[in-house]
C-alpha cells in the first residue's frame, strides 16, 4: 500500500510528530506492507523532526519505517506523490482558517479524478470563522472516502457545514474516534513503568488570537504569567519545568513566550526546557510529573494519556473547541470538570490545582475499542 499523508507538516508542533506516530502505528496494523510519503510546507523542518523520532516509530511497529518526504506546496511534486499513490490522507490536525487548507482541497480533487481513496484521518472541524475556509472544508469532505473525526463535537460542525451549503451527508458516514495522539501515547504506556518524579510540568503557548473573534491575548497573557508566579511560589521546593510543544517560529515558537514568563517572573525554581525534545522525551517528561499543565491542545492529550495527573488550559472557543471536544469524548465521569479553566471565559485561578493525588484512570478496553474504527475502516481497503 503506497500511502501519501499531507496536512501541516513541515511547521509540526509535538503533537502534530505524535499524530504521524499514531497514524504510523494504525497503518502498521491495517496493511501487511506499506510505504509511506509525507507532503511537508518545509521539508527540510519534517527532515529533523522525522530523524529525531525515527526510533520511536520502530518501537512501535517493530520494523524499519521509511519515510519519503517532498515539498507539498510545490505542485508538480504534490500531483507526482499522489498519481504513483494508493491512498491519500489527510493525516489529522485541524481543518481551519489556514490559506494552506486550499492545498488539501486541491489534492484531494485531484486524487478522487485519479481514482485514488482519500481519507480524513484524526482530523478536527474548526475554527472556522470565514465562508470561504467552510466551502473550502465542504469540497475537502465531498472528495474523501473516509471521514474519522477527533471528536463528536467536530462532527456536529461538519454537519453544520453540509447544511450551510444545501447538502445532506449521512451521519453514519462520519466517524469519530480519538485523535491519532492517543494511540501513540496509548502504545508508549503499555511498555512504560516510569516513577513519578518532584517537578511539576507545564505547557503554555501565547494566546493565539486566530481562535477568538474578540481581541483578548494581552490580557490572557498577562493572567498566564501571573498563574505560573503563582504555582512557582505555592510550589517552592519544586522545579517548574515550562516545556514547549512546538520549536519551529511557524506557528510561534513557544520557548519565546516561555523564556519571557521565566526571564519577568527571575524565580530560582522555573526552568524553560530550550533544547528540543523529541516525541518520545516529552512524553516522557509528561508521564514522570508530579503533575502537569496542559495548553496546546496535544500537551492536553499527551498528558492526559500519559500521566492522568494534569490540568487543563483551554484557548479554544468556548463549549466548542478541540479540548473541549476532546475532555467530553474522553472523561465519562466528570474527572476534569474541577480541573479546567476556559481561558476565553474564566478567570485564570489556582484552585483548579486540587487533589493532587488524584489520576484519573483510563479505561484501556475503551481506548482500544474507540480506536479500533482506524484499523477497521484502513483494513478494508487492502480488500
Not at 497503518?27 to 523542518?45: A, I
Not at 497573557?221 to 517548574?240: S, T, Y
Not at 523529541?278 to 514522570?288: A, H
Request: charged residues 25%; glycine residues 6%; aromatic residues 12%.
Amino acid at each position: 500500500m503506497k500511502i501519501t499523508v499531507i496536512g501541516w507538516y513541515g511547521t509540526e508542533t509535538i503533537g502534530d510528530r505524535a499524530i504521524l506516530a499514531g497514524l504510523i502505528s494504525f497503518f502498521n496494523k491495517s496493511f501487511s506492507q506499506f510505504e509511506l510519503r509525507l507532503g511537508s510546507l518545509y521539508p527540510f523542518f519534517s527532515d529533523r523532526t522525522i530523524n529525531e523520532d525515527h526510533s520511536f516509530y520502530k518501537e512501535l511497529t517493530k520494523k524499519k519505517c521509511n519515510i519519503e518526504i517532498f515539498n507539498s506546496k510545490d505542485s508538480s511534486s504534490l500531483l507526482n506523490a499522489i498519481k504513483t499513490s494508493d491512498f491519500l490522507v489527510m493525516g489529522g490536525g485541524p481543518l481551519m482558517d489556514l490559506n494552506e487548507l486550499f492545498m488539501v482541497e486541491y489534492a484531494f480533487k485531484k486524487a478522487k479524478k485519479f481514482g485514488i481513496k482519500t481519507a480524513l484521518l484524526g482530523c478536527g472541524i474548526g475554527p472556522l470563522f470565514h465562508k470561504k475556509y467552510r466551502k473550502s472544508v465542504f469540497e475537502i469532505s465531498l472528495n474523501s472516502d473516509i471521514h474519522i473525526l477527533r471528536d463528536r463535537q467536530s462532527k456536529e460542525n461538519l454537519i453544520d457545514i453540509y447544511h450551510e451549503f444545501g447538502k445532506k451527508i449521512g451521519k453514519s458516514s462520519i466517524h469519530t474516534s480519538y485523535d491519532p495522539a492517543v494511540e501513540c501515547v496509548n502504545e508508549y504506556i503499555q511498555h512504560s513503568n516510569e516513577k513519578r518524579l518532584e517537578y511539576i510540568a507545564i505547557n503554555l503557548r501565547e494566546f493565539p488570537q486566530e481562535y477568538s473573534q474578540g481581541n483578548r491575548s494581552e490580557g490572557i497573557n498577562k493572567g498566564l504569567r501571573e498563574f505560573i508566579k503563582d504555582i512557582a511560589e505555592e510550589f517552592l521546593e519544586k522545579e517548574i519545568k515550562l516545556i514547549p510543544m512546538h520549536y519551529f517560529h511557524i506557528g510561534g515558537d513557544d520557548r519565546v513566550f516561555l523564556n519571557n514568563i521565566a526571564l519577568e517572573l527571575n524565580l530560582e525554581n522555573i526552568r524553560v526546557q530550550n533544547k528540543n525534545l523529541n516525541l518520545k522525551e516529552t512524553i516522557d517528561v509528561y508521564s514522570k510529573a508530579y503533575f502537569n499543565i496542559g495548553m496546546r491542545f496535544h500537551s492536553v492529550v499527551l498528558q492526559t494519556i500519559a500521566s492522568g495527573r494534569n490540568y487543563v488550559l483551554d484557548y479554544t472557543e468556548p463549549n466548542k473547541g478541540k479540548i473541549n471536544g476532546f475532555l467530553k469524548d474522553i472523561d465519562k465521569n466528570g474527572f476534569y470538570d474541577n480541573r479546567y479553566i476556559s481561558l476565553q471565559e474564566d478567570k485564570i485561578r489556582m484552585d483548579i490545582i486540587n487533589n493532587l493525588d488524584d489520576t484519573f484512570v483510563l479505561n484501556n478496553n475503551d481506548i482500544r475499542k474507540t480506536l479500533a474504527i482506524y484499523i477497521e475502516l484502513l483494513s478494508g481497503l487492502a480488500k
